[in-house]
């Protein structure tokens, strides 16, 4: 994580809580309809009911502005589920990935932010704090895992998380194919057979 604050980080209440929202919520729209290069804050504030001067002294810049669109994403992001087994938990991971990349709103809003991250590295660095929140988060139930014999102790628990993922995201940016339940209970599936054989151990060793 880095030491530096974006503009728009710091966590408002009352009446500035409800200016942030307005305006995230904005950003979304604005974001989804016209991708990063329409981007701009005037329309932006225009869109969420606020004085341009308050989005410029709050946020700075777009970027600034899609950096706390990423934070505020984060803490909304659904919470980890705990199934009891490896298997389970990364089944639930999944799905959730799945159903988020499926929605029409937050499918169009991530391809938006993942196309403006290959072009500015403040927002690229903003995507890469969301995901290592989400991976965290995810992370204990490799862990628990671990604990349970169901995988070597020494697990790369993040790897595993990331493994989930990534077969659903490279069908969403790349291939176009299928995303639906049963790619993501695949993906699920492929993770945790190859962190049980030791796939994701720091050292690189395979049982067996």
């Not at 989005?55 to 777009?62: D, G, P």
């Not at 994403?73 to 799905?95: H, I």
């Not at 628990?157 to 990534?166: C, P």
Request: charged share 25%.
């Amino acid at each position: 994580m880095t030491d530096e604050v974006e503009p728009g980080t710091v966590r408002p209440g009352g009446r500035t809580a409800r200016v942030r929202e307005a305006v995230l919520r904005a950003a979304e729209d604005a974001l989804t309809e016209q991708g990063f290069a329409g981007l701009d804050l005037a329309d932006i504030a225009r869109r969420a009911g606020v004085g341009k001067t308050t989005v410029y002294r709050r946020w700075s810049t777009v970027t600034g502005l899609l950096a706390d669109l990423l934070q505020d994403m984060a803490e909304q992001s659904v919470p980890r589920t705990e199934t009891g087994s490896l298997l389970g938990d990364l089944k639930a991971n999944a799905l959730l990935v799945q159903r988020t990349l499926t929605d029409p709103r937050q499918g169009a809003l991530f391809q938006a932010l993942v196309a403006a991250a290959t072009c500015d590295a403040r927002t690229a660095a903003a995507l890469h704090r969301f995901y290592d929140v989400r991976v965290r988060e995810w992370a204990p139930c490799v862990q628990q895992a671990a604990a349970r014999g169901e995988v070597p102790e020494d697990t790369d628990a993040q790897e595993v998380i990331r493994a989930v993922s990534a077969p659903l995201y490279y069908r969403l940016l790349i291939s176009g194919g299928p995303l639906d339940e049963t790619a993501a209970d695949r993906a699920a599936e492929a993770a945790a057979t190859a962190a049980r054989a030791g796939a994701y151990t720091r050292d690189g060793r395979q049982s067996g």
